[in-house]
């Protein structure tokens, strides 16, 4: 090639880095006992979206491929052939989500609790739970999506005839993919839109080889996410601690006599935002029924009673709360009045002394 024709690389592709691993495959199961609205709400992140995930806004990353039949172009056996495959191993690089409660097929008789798609040689529909058999030890890592998959959730509530539960209730609370990766668990009903695209962004830096592995807490949580409680992040909270608690809904005080279970339930929702940083739950009127939690919904039943906990700090925080709202209230009464050297008067009285600054503002 002459000189003139050689092609001169940029100098800044030095900052290029090459994933170690160049495409991964999520193939997502949205037939367990669930309602879909984890999918739903991961088409309202944006940090990042699912659309900057799939043209790799991110640079850096593995390109991704997505299998979810919600979100999915193509539909029936064009749809689960990706399944088909990597139970094949024709697919070498693979996550797999699951969102739904995984039922316990063992009580289903004759039939089946849940399925998707067919065994093209019996033309038996195939169960949720034998997808996750095929599949899970052959996926780089799993990812529970919504509280159904991680710890039962609603479907799993005392007296369901499935016997259903969460995805490391079912494979083990213990279980490693091939890549070393415990279960990933991202709660919430429906999981927060952000909560779960962050933490697929940080399986992907991982798996680029750009991440240490990725720190959950014992219910193989994202740490950075459900570490604290949603009433660390609440904005009423300073109403609780001043013993100011709402009597009805439509109240901007803390809501904890109505049914809220923030201060011992972690989620980041209200400190978060849902979409944007907009809406939440107590924070913009809604009492935390835990949707996040293990314990979820059994626990915190019936959700618009007091929870006990709160009954007791509440009573506690009371004599205190009432003595500092009026001692603040005093504090704030004298801070909405301007000092009285601010008059339209020939005197100056602000204490100004040219000779002796010091006398006004000590150094
Ligand atoms: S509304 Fe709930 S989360 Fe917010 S301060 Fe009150 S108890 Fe805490
Ligand atoms: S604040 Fe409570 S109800 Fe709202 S998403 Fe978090 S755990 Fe669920």
Request: hydrophobic fraction near 35%; aromatic fraction near 8%; glycine fraction near 12%.
């Amino acid at each position: 090639m002459a000189k003139s024709e050689q092609v001169t690389l940029p100098y800044g592709l030095k900052t290029q880095h090459i994933p170690n691993i160049s495409e991964v495959h999520i193939l997502w199961i949205t037939a367990g006992l669930g309602c879909d609205g984890d999918t739903v709400s991961i088409t309202a992140a944006s940090q990042p979206s699912v659309e900057d995930v799939l043209l790799g806004a991110v640079p850096g990353l593995p390109k991704v491929h997505l299998h979810n039949a919600v979100l999915a172009y193509e539909v029936g056996d064009d749809f689960m052939k990706f399944f088909h495959q990597a139970d094949r191993g024709e697919i070498d690089h693979f996550l797999l989500v699951v969102e739904g409660s995984i039922p316990n097929e063992q009580l289903s008789g004759e039939g089946y609790w849940a399925a998707m798609g067919t065994d093209p040689q019996t033309g038996r529909p195939i169960t949720t739970n034998e997808w996750i058999d095929r599949l899970a030890s052959k996926a780089l890592g799993v990812v529970a999506a919504g509280t159904c998959a991680t710890f039962g959730g609603i479907h799993a509530m005392k007296g369901n005839p499935t016997g259903c539960m969460g995805l490391a209730d079912y494979l083990g609370w213990d279980w490693k993919s091939k890549a070393g990766l415990p279960i990933i668990n991202v709660p919430g009903c429906p999981v927060q839109p952000d909560n779960f695209m962050e933490t697929l962004l940080y399986v992907l830096r991982q798996l680029a080889g750009l991440a240490p592995m990725i720190p959950l807490d014992d219910a193989l949580r994202p740490k950075w996410l459900f570490g604290m409680t949603v009433h660390q992040g609440c904005d009423r909270a300073a109403y609780y601690e001043q013993a100011d608690f709402a009597e009805e809904y439509g109240s901007r005080k803390c809501l904890v006599k109505i049914g809220c279970w923030g201060p011992v339930v972690q989620c980041n929702v209200p400190k978060r935002g849902w979409i944007a940083g907009i809406g939440g739950c107590p924070n913009v009127g809604g009492i935390c029924i835990g949707c996040t939690m293990p314990g979820f919904p059994d626990k915190l039943m019936p959700f618009m009673d007091e929870p006990p906990g709160a009954r007791i700090s509440a009573t506690l925080i009371k004599p205190y709360g009432v003595l500092i709202r009026n001692l603040r209230r005093l504090t704030n009464s004298t801070l909405n009045k301007e000092p009285r050297w601010r008059h339209n008067q020939p005197q100056r009285t602000t204490g100004y002394h040219p000779d002796k600054p010091e006398e006004v503002y000590p150094l």
